[in-house]
């Protein structure tokens, strides 16, 4: 009897081991920097394809809605979906791995280092730290830019929508006056006819004599 008791015991610790494995990295994902598919992941940049992958399959695996009852799984599971989707990407991972090559060089300027200075062939602790928020900035940076450049490219749009809406409706409002001319005119060709038969031949009428007074 007790070494039943003993296994619902460990049964329940292990449970709640688990619960709070799957909130700790629920809250971790969610405090990610989200513009940083690497940091969502928890994976350092340059690592393999099949790194992405198989770090992917475990963490949605631990934090898949359907396999705990937090209400914030959803949001993270999709944080997820998304980083791993951009790095599988050729062309999203090397625009991300170009900003982050740009952070550590910036840095570097900044503290006047060169690629032989030791926290930079070694970076320890505190130059990672640096270097990760230099990445913040620069990927918050690019993100405005990439913005305003769509903003602008809406706004083009737009105006060249604008344009054509407006050629489409003068094109519409000629058509339409050549159809109603052409609609008229057997009408006016009627009524010229009219005219030409009610009006006098030339000489048709002799002109009256004038009479001498006295």
């Known amino acids: 009897m007790a070494e039943d008791d003993d296994k619902d015991i460990l049964d329940a610790l292990e449970r709640e081991s688990k619960e709070f494995d799957k909130d700790a990295e629920i809250d971790r994902i969610l405090n990610a920097f989200r513009l940083d598919a690497y940091a969502v992941l928890d994976l350092q940049p340059g690592v393999p394809e099949s790194a992405i992958k198989l770090t992917y399959r475990k963490k949605s695996l631990l934090i898949h809605p359907d396999k705990t009852s937090n209400p914030l799984a959803p949001d993270a599971f999709d944080r997820l979906k998304k980083a791993q989707t951009e790095l599988m990407d050729e062309k999203l991972r090397e625009r991300l791995d170009e900003a982050i090559a740009d952070a550590r060089m910036l840095l570097m300027r900044d503290r006047k280092l060169t690629v032989d200075s030791p926290e930079v062939k070694d970076p320890d602790a505190e130059f990672r730290k640096a270097w990760r928020e230099k990445t913040k900035m620069v990927l918050m940076d690019n993100e405005v830019r990439r913005r305003k450049q769509l ?60 009479k001498v007074l006295g």
Do not use: C, V
């Open 151 to 210: 903003k602008a490219q809406m706004q083009e749009e737009g105006r060249e929508q604008k344009k054509e809406e407006e050629e489409i409706a003068e094109r519409k409002r000629k058509r339409e006056h050549e159809q109603s001319w052409e609609q008229t005119r057997e009408k006016r060709i009627e009524s010229w006819r009219d005219f030409q038969k009610g009006k006098p031949k030339e000489g048709g009428k002799k002109k009256k004599k004038l």
